[in-house]
């Protein structure tokens, strides 16, 4: 009784582990053909996009305040891990009946092309790599079953045979060798077929008509600790809502300008490079950065001033709002005066000297100071549609977010870093404080809720950068401490008090800092 119940628990093993072959087969069989068509026909890429588009704000917020930059792999790993149970789940039903779960795999197929289909980039024919991963899963799946029924009890009057047993591991490795092979191959005709890649590493970009003006050399503050002044392109926060980067060719890319305009027109690569194109130094921050948070980056930006592109269109009467749309989808609702009325608003084709780089929209984006990027910073930006708030609304504004999304005057404190412990005696305190389009013109401190004692501020390189900040602690005991920062701009508006989660409009609040003096 015991060796049947042992050999019983083993077949239905073999059982699961046939429905997570096939499942990789599924997976890697359609990521192998997703590499001739739109890189949203990839089946996962495809569900992981659907089931952002259906994320609650609230529950993109708690992902975001969880793993950072690391959402999308946080995703991915979510995604793989439900995967797995179900397929193991589809391999034991095949012990019951192999004709239900191969409906199951159906159904399954039917979820994944409706994700795939439901894609702005995609098309009918993107389904042909799911149709071909489900057709090579179904029969992985029946093939495997049926080894697999001759180690099961129920099944076969000698399920010891260890001749069944080596055809079942060698169909089961072999199907895995399948699936690893296809999507090592995958990858390797993604990589020699990206234009857009080969495009922009080629690609020189022209000198600025109007260049920057120098960043003053006290603007970055010798503590440790401190961020950098400008923030490296690999170091730069990124946060949108593309599971995978769209790779577009600049030969193909276009900017059409529409909506209600007196003159409509589509803008080539080339002649946006032509253009009078100036460079700007800019913080983005992102909505969902908490007090305190790293989503925010500076950075040095080339591009031409959307107040001109605008002016071309001639925006007409009624018009308030610009909705500008990404290859894969995306938009956003930008208010039609941040991008007229004098602000330095780019359509930005380079970043820190270099082009874009292709997780930061390249060959084109949007950059937008004093307005959170959901509603200003479109990647991959191919359409601009001049309408009214009251007509349209953008990708997060339908999702519960505010349709105008001004960046709040925030502060924080980079140095010491929270829980951190450091020496007694003297305790240099640094950090960072923003308040695009107005400027920050005093910091200050409280340690341990004490009186409030002006920080010495780091040369200042414009209204729409960061700008560092340090405090001296001459005599910091041995204990536990706090610190808390708040910034004026300046108008002399101090930052507010009041905390506020980022759902809907941004987070605000004084930020504050515990570490140990030993």
């Known amino acids: 009784m015991k060796e049947t119940t042992t050999r019983s628990l083993g077949a239905r093993g073999a059982y699961a582990l046939a429905g997570l072959c096939s499942a990789g ?73 192999t004709a239900a779960a191969s409906t199951a795999v159906l159904v399954l197929a039917g979820i994944l092309g409706a994700a795939v289909i439901s894609r702005s980039a995609t098309g009918p024919l993107d389904l042909v790599p799911t149709v071909l991963g489900t057709v090579a899963a179904l029969f992985t799946l029946r093939w495997l079953c049926s080894l697999a029924a001759r180690l099961d009890p129920a099944h ?12 079942f591991m060698f169909g089961a490795a072999g199907s895995v ?15 020699t077929r990206n234009a857009a890649d080969l495009a922009r590493k080629a690609l020189r970009l022209p000198a600025a008509r109007t260049p920057a003006p120098a960043v003053p050399p006290g603007a970055q503050l010798q503590l440790a600790g401190m961020p950098r002044f400008i923030t490296p392109n ?64 500076n950075a040095k930006w080339l591009g031409y001033p959307l107040r001109e592109v605008l002016a ?29 009325d004098g602000r330095m608003a780019l359509l930005a084709v380079g970043m820190n000297g270099e082009p874009l780089p292709m997780e930061h929209g390249f060959p ?8 959170y990027g959901y509603v200003s910073a479109t990647k991959w930006v191919v359409d601009l549609e001049v309408t009214r708030f009251a007509d349209k609304a953008a990708y997060w504004t339908t999702r519960g977010w505010s349709e105008r999304g001004p960046v709040k005057m925030s502060s924080r404190v980079d140095t010491p870093q929270s829980f951190a412990t450091v020496p007694a005696g003297r305790v240099d305190i640094g950090g960072s404080a923003w308040a695009q389009t107005r400027g920050i013109s005093r910091v200050q401190v409280s340690i341990d809720g004490g009186q409030w004692r002006d920080a010495e501020l780091a040369d200042a390189a414009g209204l729409d950068t960061w700008r560092q900040w340090s405090y001296r602690w001459e005599q910091a ?42």
């Open 177 to 191: 060798v399948l699936a690893a092979g296809a999507v090592f191959l995958s990858r390797s005709l993604s990589a």
């Open 25 to 97: 087969v599924l997976f890697g069989v359609a990521q192998l053909a997703s590499a001739f068509f739109a890189a949203s026909s990839a089946p996962m890429v495809a569900l992981g996009s659907a089931v952002i588009d259906f994320t609650p704000p609230w529950l993109k917020d708690l992902a975001i305040s969880l793993f950072g930059t690391n959402d999308k792999l946080a995703l991915f790993v979510s995604m793989g891990a439900v995967a797995i149970v179900l397929a193991a789940l589809i391999g034991m039903l095949g012990r019951r009946s």
């Open 312 to 340: 071309r269109a001639k925006p007409t009467a009624g018009a308030d709002m610009v909705l500008s749309t990404s290859i894969d989808g995306f938009s956003a609702s930008t208010p039609l005066e941040a991008l007229t």
């Open 477 to 518: 005991a041995p204990g536990l401490h706090a610190v808390a920062v708040r910034a004026y701009d300046l108008s002399g508006k101090l930052q507010t008090e009041e905390r506020a989660d980022p759902v809907p409009d941004g987070s605000s609040g004084w930020h504050r800092v515990q570490f140990t003096v030993e």
């Open 364 to 371: 084109v984006r949007m950059v937008v100071p004093g307005l």
């Open 156 to 167: 076969c009057d000698d399920p010891s045979d260890g001749v069944a047993r080596r055809n």
């Open 234 to 297: 690999q170091d730069f926060y990124r946060i949108d809502t593309a599971l995978t980067v769209p790779g577009v060719d600049p030969a193909q890319w276009s900017l059409r300008v529409h909506g209600l305009v007196e003159h409509e027109f589509t803008m080539s690569f080339q002649e946006l490079l032509d253009q009078e194109l100036v460079e700007h130094y800019l913080t983005l921050t992102c909505v969902s950065n908490p007090v305190g948070g790293d989503l925010v980056g």
